[in-house]
Nanobody
Framework: QVQLVESGGGLVQAGESLRLSCVVS????????MGWYHQAPGNQRILVAR???????SYADSVKGRLTISRDNAKNSVYLQVNSLKPEDTGVYYC?????????????????WGQGTQVTVST
């Protein structure tokens, strides 16, 4: 069973920085793309950053310059550095990962989600 666990959220003041982490565990063959999503209170979950298996990042226009996504394939982990936090960054941050499994002889690729980590930015 594959599990994604986020960490690193918390209560911070505007202008500060946070580094969110997401670790993938369980039985699988490899991890393709990984991403971070933000769900502000009362809003839909939106993609803010994603990264390919060979670490090519892409970002939502609204957060370019403040966010940096990275991954460590040896640790099955993806990270999100968020700088210059704003009150509108408040919400739950979720990671997802495209998990590939061919240990059974059949190729399978499924998208898994973590349960999220809460970030609250105060003024």
């Amino acid at each position: 069973q594959v599990q994604l666990v986020e960490s690193g959220g918390g209560l911070v003041q505007a202008g500060e920085s946070l580094r969110l982490s997401c670790v993938v565990s369980g039985s699988f063959s490899s991890i393709n793309g990984m991403g971070w999503y933000h769900q502000a209170p009362g809003n839909q979950r939106i993609l803010v950053a994603r990264i390919t298996r060979d670490s090519k990042p892409s970002y939502a226009d609204s957060v370019k310059g403040r966010l940096t996504i990275s991954r460590d394939n040896a640790k099955n982990s993806v990270y999100l550095q968020v700088n210059s936090l704003k009150p509108e960054d408040t919400g739950v941050y979720y990671c997802n990962a495209q998990i590939v499994d061919y240990t059974t002889g059949a190729y399978r690729s499924n998208l898994y989600w973590g349960q999220g980590t809460q970030v609250t930015v105060s003024t």
